[in-house]
């Protein structure tokens, strides 16, 4: 029986014999039939509007499927395949319009398998939309991402045993947001974000409307998690962002604009049933925010994108904070440098309030990240990067439900990878992938097992992808 190590290895063996193999043999074809005085049958071209087509396949490495701490449950490791297509049209050549700067749309079917943990195989379909148009002084933008996971409906029970007393064991329901956040992602889901603006420019100036939208629709079963067999298991509910207005941007520089831009949204979280949940609480809102921004290139090899503002928010009364009328802080931002000798490093910021897919509080979600590549040859690639992520939930502390909301749970990640061009259409590529989880609550009682929140988890991977 063959070793996964052997299946790596085979895997990368065959899919470089399937590029030089093949292409030897029709060449050698190609000679025979020349000399014979045969023509040979003319090579596809692809046509101008389809601008990627591509298949890939991946094996990696998981060595905490579920992310758990490994206290009570143990980190559970798979082996992970994958298979993937890409499809990309670019319809602006069809039209022939010079006002259409970017019209495509891509699609991304994705299969996943878990050689030791078959409860997680999905396939991701992704559907992704770029329009850009100009005319004048006006100019439209939309960008559409939209994610089908047809998934499992049943989430993960994070429970050793479903006793009572002196013998349960449900501790891994005391864990870091990200560490169900990865499995989460697999379940049966749709997400769908899209950002669309309206720009008229007026000289120096500009006026720009504007509307954001982040929706997350979980399909998972829901059950009453104070029994069981269902102890331990994780509901999810729905949630979403959606925001609409206005920037009034001015030109300090021909690429450099200041903005003032003005937002009014809500967020929603569906509410458990009765018979679900008992804790009748729900953290939905509104909120007004206004925002001073920077956008665009002060020098050559910089790129900005920022925004900054405070968020007045009024929570329903069935939210379990003190102050349903806040103001908090939000900030955005993107600064990109390209640097000599063919490198580039990108810093990205975001922190805001949302409302979560676990529980009934609020939380300040925050995420810095620093990615770093560099092109060491016209085919070789390499990239590295670090985060930080934290979910703040002491904005509000529920004491009604049977798991505690009060908790500050961080996410310390770094990644690397490398990718080789064998030919034009011919790419491999390697890459690892570390997280390490914390409780940064140091006054979380001992009842509520911090150590539980601590977590680590690791992906290494090998691909290749082959372009057509």
Same mark, same amino acid.
């Given at each position: ?314 929570f329903n009364p069935n939210t379990p904070i003190t102050d349903l009328k806040t103001t908090r802080f939000y ?33 300040? *979600?925050? /995420? ?12 070789? $690639?390499?990239? !590295? @990067? =670090?985060? %930080? ?7 509000? *502390?529920? /004491? ?12 310390? $990640?770094?990644? !690397? @990878? =490398?990718? %080789? ?30 150590? %539980? ?16």
């Amino acid at each position: 029986m063959q070793t996964k190590q052997t299946r790596v290895l085979l895997f990368i063996l065959t899919a470089f014999s399937a590029v030089f193999a093949p292409a030897g043999s029709t060449r050698a074809a190609d000679a025979a039939s020349t000399s014979a005085g045969t023509p040979s049958a003319p090579s596809w071209t692809k046509p101008d509007w389809l601008a990627d087509l591509s298949i890939s396949a991946k094996e990696s490495y998981d060595d905490n499927v579920i992310g758990v701490s490994g206290l009570s449950l143990r980190a559970q490791s798979s082996w992970v395949n994958a298979l993937s297509a890409k499809l990309g049209a670019n319809l602006v050549p069809l039209l022939g319009n010079k006002d259409f700067a970017a019209l495509s749309l891509t699609y991304n079917p994705e299969r996943f398998t878990y050689d030791n943990a078959p409860s997680e195989n999905y396939t991701a379909h992704r559907l992704n939309g770029v329009v850009r148009w100009k005319q004048d002084s006006l100019s439209v933008g939309i960008d559409e991402a939209f994610l089908y996971n047809d998934g499992n409906k049943y989430a993960t029970t994070y429970a050793l045993n479903q006793l009572g007393g002196a013998a349960a064991d449900q501790n891994d329901k005391y864990r870091n947001n990200y560490a169900h956040s990865v499995a989460r992602e697999r379940r049966n889901q749709i997400q769908d974000r899209y950002t669309v603006f309206l720009q008229y420019d007026a000289g120096s100036f500009f006026f720009r409307t504007i509307s954001t939208l982040i929706d997350y629709d979980l399909n998972t079963y829901l059950f009453n998690t104070s029994v069981a067999p269902y102890k331990g298991y994780q509901d999810y509910v729905s949630r979403y962002d959606l925001n609409g207005g206005a920037d009034l941007g001015y030109k300090l520089l021909p690429n450099l604009a200041f903005t003032l831009g003005y937002r009014v949204g809500e967020q929603q979280q569906d509410q458990f049933a009765l018979a679900i949940n008992s804790d009748r609480h729900f953290s939905s809102n509104n909120y007004q925010r206004v925002l001073l921004g920077l956008e665009g290139k002060p020098t050559t090899w910089l790129t900005l994108k920022l925004s900054a503002g405070p968020d007045f928010r009024s929570f329903n009364p069935n939210t379990p904070i003190t102050d349903l009328k806040t103001t908090r802080f939000y900030g955005e931002g993107t600064a990109t440098a390209t640097l000599p000798y063919d490198q580039s490093l990108t810093l990205g910021y975001k922190q805001y309030v949302f409302v979560s897919s676990t529980g009934l509080v609020p939380y300040t *979600d925050t /995420t810095i990240s620093l990615v770093y590549h560099r092109n060491l040859t016209k085919a070789l $690639g390499v990239d !590295a @990067g =670090i985060k %930080y992520l934290e979910a703040n939930y002491t904005l509000g *502390d529920d /004491t009604a439900g049977s798991a505690p909301s009060l908790r500050d749970d961080v996410d310390y $990640g770094a990644s !690397a @990878g =490398i990718t %080789y061009a064998v030919t034009k259409q011919f790419v491999v590529s390697a890459s690892f992938s570390y997280d390490a989880g914390r409780n940064n609550l140091g006054s979380l009682p001992a009842k509520y097992f911090p150590g %539980y929140r601590d977590f680590t988890h690791s992906v290494t991977g090998v691909s290749a992808q082959y372009r057509f």
